[in-house]
């Protein structure tokens, strides 16, 4: 079976009934695929007799977007299932477990998490995740303090981001968030009714500059591990457990990429309350409850950020350098903050967007959510360089708001 | 003879004779071992009938530094190979031909240079060289620009950020220049007379955090593929004729430290002129020539740089950003102005130091010349974010002098 193929049920049990202290000897097992088909086959292998299950997930050769499907590398798959590896030892509890990953098939077998839910659709629902901000800001603080000059050898580190190279997924990135959404590229994806907000994208010159810069560091700045694709499509939750999946687009990058992704998400939801929410008393509540969580993922990863520079930092200089970490931090930052920006720009202009933001039902409140999310977004942009605080972003947030009712 | 071994004269003349094309059927040859025996094997293989010669050098698996001996990659082989010959696509003519390159035998065949010195020893022997900033700011401008996401695709540039990651040699970098110069650390080198210079120098937090900070972008900066010990030992010249050697610390960093490098062995051997001209207006003339010649390098390397972005730019973004180039082109001086500084101080108090310098016999001129570099290097770290022209280096070297008279 090892050459590779893509697999079938009864091979994915063949599979699953080979590894060792997962399921009782002589189980039934059953097999249900659960992917879209797109990018990756998933299987979920469960017993009949007992609650046990995992998950099989095996990448396909090519990726079907907008319809076509273009050749993709199957590596990718021994880069998520390394990052994966990797993440849950500076980060226990937070990613799935890896049971076994096989190189021949591209294939990686790990814990099932159904019992979760993906956290875009529990924001779309309502939900509050109180320990969700001590959960992310750990897994941020430590793999990316762990994986950076920083906090591990810097000669490993060279090695590392040799193992990570990741042209294919990069270039996804590169082209859908820095790239597209600033010309009137065929990959565009907007609803005619905001054209004019696309066309102002496409003229906004000094928009172009930060973007460029932001790219620039995107492209060149091997700064840590990222997972490469934190949305709130990459987390499953539930209210005591956070796990972080899909790192196939991992890569060495600046930290910003990854702080800024998840804020990007919570903020492309706040742009979107008006929908799920049924008054204006409930928006406002369930928005105070974003921000705040925004304000403590960051807050909670510089203070651990900066207790694990206290106790781990490896290099000498930097360490006795007065004023250096301060100075780190504030770059990461404002990274944070210009690459949030970027990201919620792609989602209503770009190919790919969200869920919280496309199901809106009522059009004119979905154009509502639209532009709300682009003046945030193009706020924290032109901000990003200037930035000395999240509180900064987080008034750009509010006050997008009021500048939109005026 | 293809396991690794060290090469005896017999077996390279043998090597020799294999080589199609270089030397005439059943020619006479005879090697000279040319290396200093630290590194490499250099082995000068000549006909004894005609004027054709040729160089082998093997690596040799290990380093001696200050007496020890230390393991060293052989990989460092095939970088320097692969460097070289990408270098001689992009600037034709500017560095040495390579015949052939084994990589079992960690061996590279390459054009003999003997008709060209050392750039040190030429600068030391106060010869000028009319024609070094035209050769050198074209090496500069299309190794560093045709190597960046700039100038080659985005995708085949990480492949070549893989190939050319060199943990072992740039280790040698960030300890020696990047951190033993700022700390009472074993290797340092320096004359007792000049203690107090090295200790203000381990107690300078200011000058600490800039460093630091020119270290970090050593470390994560990968912007271009750098020759990465772009000294004027590594360049073999004559009056019509430039030939950079040596790249085998070559690897993805920032363009300044390549052409901070070079500016800064100019700057040493500016420090060292009262030695090498015979009277004060000689001295003051051949350091007119060697500002002259560092301001011709950048400005020159600059032109270059914004041409080839005019007609090559591969990044439709970057090129359509306003004030994009302008403010890259500005990054790069700032970078090369810090990095300057620090090659500069590491050779006065760090291990290894220059002929320039270390050669003046008399005690009193030395110590003139080491404060004066040290003084240069260190406003030069100070300058280095910001400054906005290439005119500022030049005034700092000018009144470091000044100030060390008064």
Chains 1, 2 share one sequence.
């Not at 060792?20 to 097992?29: I, R």
């Not at 309350?273 to 909670?300: C, F, G, Q, V």
């Not at 509010?398 to 005026?406: E, F, H, P, T, Y």
Request: proline share 3%; aromatic share 8%.
């Amino acid at each position: 079976m090892s050459a590779y193929h893509p697999l079938n049920e009864k091979e994915a049990i063949e599979i699953a009934l080979t590894l060792e202290g997962v399921f009782a000897p002589g189980a039934k097992l059953v097999s249900r695929e659960i992917g879209d088909g797109n990018l990756n086959l998933v299987f979920h292998i469960s017993d009949t007799q007992s609650s046990q299950s995992i998950i099989l997930k095996q990448a396909l050769p090519y990726a079907k977007v907008v319809g076509e499907s273009w050749p993709l590398t199957l590596d990718r798959a021994r880069i998520e299932s390394e990052a994966l590896i990797l993440e849950g030892e500076l980060a226990p509890g937070l990613v799935p477990k890896v049971y076994k990953y096989d190189a021949e098939l591209a294939l990686t077998v790990m814990e099932d998490l159904s019992d979760h839910v993906i956290m875009r659709q529990g924001l779309i629902s309502n939900n509050r995740y109180p320990l969700f901000a001590e959960h992310i800001s750990t897994f941020l603080a430590q793999t990316l303090f762990f994986t950076s000059d920083l906090g591990m050898n810097q000669q490993s580190k060279k090695l590392r981001v040799r193992d990570f190279i990741n042209p294919e997924l990069c270039k996804i990135t590169e082209d859908l968030i820095f790239d597209d959404p600033y010309k009137d590229a065929e990959t565009n994806n907007f609803e005619e009714v905001i054209r004019d907000e696309a066309q102002a994208l496409w003229g906004d010159g000094s928009l172009h500059f930060e973007v460029a810069l932001l790219r620039e560091k995107f492209l060149t700045h091997a700064q840590a591990l990222l997972h490469g694709d934190l949305h709130t499509g990459s987390i499953f939750i539930k209210s005591d457990s956070t796990k972080i999946i899909d790192p196939e687009f991992a890569y060495y990058g600046p930290m910003g990429f990854d702080i800024g992704a998840i804020i990007a998400n919570l903020l492309l939801n706040y742009s979107s309350r008006e929908h799920w929410n049924s008054d204006a008393a409930s928006t406002d509540e369930y928005r105070t409850y974003l921000l705040e969580t925004i304000r403590d993922i960051w807050t909670k990863f510089e203070a651990k950020f900066r207790v694990l520079w206290a106790e781990h930092c490896e290099d000498s200089l930097a360490k006795s350098a007065p004023g250096y970490l301060d100075d780190y931090l504030r770059r990461v930052l404002q990274d944070t903050i210009g690459f949030a920006g970027c990201k919620m720009v792609r989602r209503i202009v770009g190919l790919a967007h969200v869920a919280d933001i496309d199901k809106i039902t009522d059009a004119s409140t979905r154009e509502q959510a639209q532009r709300l999310a682009l003046s945030i977004g193009k706020s924290l942009i032109r901000l990003n360089r200037r930035a000395a605080s999240i509180e900064e972003l987080i008034e750009k947030a509010q006050s997008s708001i009021s500048v939109l009712k005026a």
